[in-house]
């Protein structure tokens, strides 16, 4: 085997090199927790990604943070000096405050921080799950946290672009250039392709930014019109599209290959003007710049774009199951809950689809 095939054959993805960046530091976070910590995460790696876990180190890291800063007993104490029998001294009233301090706290670098409901129910659910673990495995005597209620969710209305904006949206990024000079519109052309790629795949497809930033020029399969994609827990899907977006995804491929990538970002569909592979947080700005300019009323997300799609398709098919496959929820009650409102709508499209009498 000659060294190119050695080299192939040792290809890092990007999926298998974001699990190594996060597993590498969530190590370096757990060097500043408890040791019996280790225990509970290493529990977890089964059925977790490494990104979850280092959602739930910080949660939890916070919740020792709180001791420290708030509870006497603690005061002295480094994060990794708690020990098994402290999380027995903890009472409920010590989660209640918790949730509390929770609205509004200053982090370890000075820096305010607020959470919403959703937020407070998250890090809640952590501390749930941390300790019942160790009351699970009779290392503790006690779960305080199961005498604490947790906040209530309520169900967030569906923030999407309508009909109208969606064109409009498109237009923008499609024509957006002509009352342009300057270096603007030399920017501006040099990634109209790419930027209406990335939005019509988006509006026409519904899938996730992550899963957008993660796609390969080789994971495009125009034959059968549909994208292989990586969903949440590195689960392998495939995403169907449209002609729309095949005629957006050839031609922005067109200017993608004139392009040299980045060592590392050869494989990448979306590259940065730095040509590199784009990042969640450029998606997100360029989004944010876009639709700002179309609507001051909702604040548009790609989160949003894929609720518009999910919406449309909602309305369009009537059929929940078909939208919670083609999204890639793991629960049809998850889909259920943020579409449920559209049912009016579909049952008063109903209203005159039955003739009772022909018209003379």
């Known amino acids: 085997m000659d060294n190119k095939k050695v080299s192939q054959a040792k290809k890092i993805t990007y999926h298998e090199q974001l699990e ?48 420290i800063e708030t509870n006497p007993l603690y005061k002295n104490y480094e994060t990794s000096d708690f020990k098994l029998n402290d999380l027995e001294r ?3 009233i010590d989660i209640e405050e918790f949730a509390e301090y929770l609205k509004v706290y200053v ?6 921080c607020k959470n919403s409901v959703r937020g407070i129910h998250r890090k809640l659910s952590s501390l749930r799950s941390f300790y019942a673990y160790y009351y699970k495995k009779q290392m503790i005597s006690s779960n305080p946290t199961l005498l604490v209620d947790m906040p209530k969710l309520r169900n967030k209305e569906i923030v999407r672009l309508d009909a109208d904006e969606v064109a409009e949206l498109l237009d923008l990024v499609e024509k957006g250039g002509d009352n342009l000079s300057g270096m603007k519109k030399v920017y501006y052309e040099k ?17 996730r930014v992550s899963e957008c930033v993660g796609i390969d020029i080789n994971d495009i399969d125009f034959k059968n019109n549909r994208i292989r994609i990586m969903r949440k827990g590195q689960k392998e899907d ?15 491929l067109k200017d993608r290959g004139t392009v040299t990538a980045v060592q590392g970002h050869e494989d990448a569909l979306f590259l940065s003007i730095q040509k590199r592979r784009m990042s969640i947080q450029a998606i997100e700005n360029l989004v944010n710049e876009y639709s700002g300019k179309i609507t001051t009323f909702k604040h548009i997300t790609p989160h949003k774009l894929r609720s518009t799609y999910g919406t449309n398709l909602y309305r369009q098919t009537g059929d929940i199951y078909l939208v919670a496959e083609v999204l890639g929820h ?12 559209l049912d009016e709508d579909i049952k008063r499209s109903a209203a005159n689809a039955v003739s009772l009498r022909k018209p003379n």
Not at 107 to 112: I, V
């Open 20 to 67: 190594i960046n996060y597993t590498l530091k969530l190590r370096e976070v757990m060097l500043t927790m408890p040791s019996f910590c280790r225990e509970f995460f290493r529990a977890m790696e089964t059925t977790t990604t490494a990104k979850t876990r280092i959602s739930y180190v910080y949660d939890i890291r916070l919740f020792f943070n709180f001791l």
């Open 90 to 92: 903890i009472t409920a």
């Open 107 to 112: 982090n370890s670098y000075g820096r305010q």
């Open 191 to 207: 990634n109209k392709s790419r930027n209406l790629a990335l939005f019509t795949l988006m509006l026409g497809t519904g899938i």
């Open 238 to 252: 495939y995403v169907y599209f449209g002609d729309e977006v095949e005629y957006a995804l050839l031609e922005y």
């Open 330 to 341: 793991n629960d049809v009650n998850t889909t259920r809950k943020h579409y449920a409102a």
